[in-house]
């Protein structure tokens, strides 16, 4: 079989369902890197990130099988996302400040609270919205909703990428934000 880059991702998933230790190796080989861009985002510590990659190739592990992933980039950067969003909740308990807190006030006025015990289906509904929603979205708009509040990352580093002034994709952000909250009220989406 091929190594890391080059193997692809149903040749992954099989290392996995044939309990192979290789398919940490090449998981780690082809998605170590972005899955470290993903946590060190979202913790900027370079220890916390390279411990969030490892905690995902053992969730990983564990979920598959029975799970069967076909865009492992998905896959793996949802697991590692929520591990270090989980890491930094920690964290924060204790110093309260960082970059992930800054983006969820960011965007608590326009997503809904859950405390009632519909929350399982007020999340499911929120998903579906806000997928739906995205795909409203021009790509670069998308794209740079994404970088912000999927991957974490400042508006100064989603300004370079773009090439777009800093004010740019700050006015981008705030009027997404805003498109957002007016599309989930418009669904009954609770806010």
Known sequence: M???????DDQIV????ERSQDAITESEAKYGNYCHAIAYNILSLREDAEECVNDTWLA?????????????SSFFGKITRN???????FVLAKKRKGQALTLLEELAETLPSHASEDVMVDEILLKDS??????????????IFLQRYFYCRDVKAIAEEFSLPENNVSVILYR??????????ERGVAL
């Open 2 to 8: 091929k190594r890391g880059d080059n193997m692809k």
């Open 83 to 89: 591990l270090a969003i989980d890491r930094l909740s």
């Open 60 to 72: 990983a592990w564990q979920s598959i099988p029975p799970q069967k992933p076909k865009l492992l």
């Open 176 to 185: 997404t934000r805003k498109a957002l909250k007016t599309y989930l009220e």
């Open 130 to 143: 806000l997928n739906s929603f995205l795909r409203t979205l021009p790509q670069e708009t998308r794209n």
């Open 14 to 17: 099989a290392l996995f369902w």
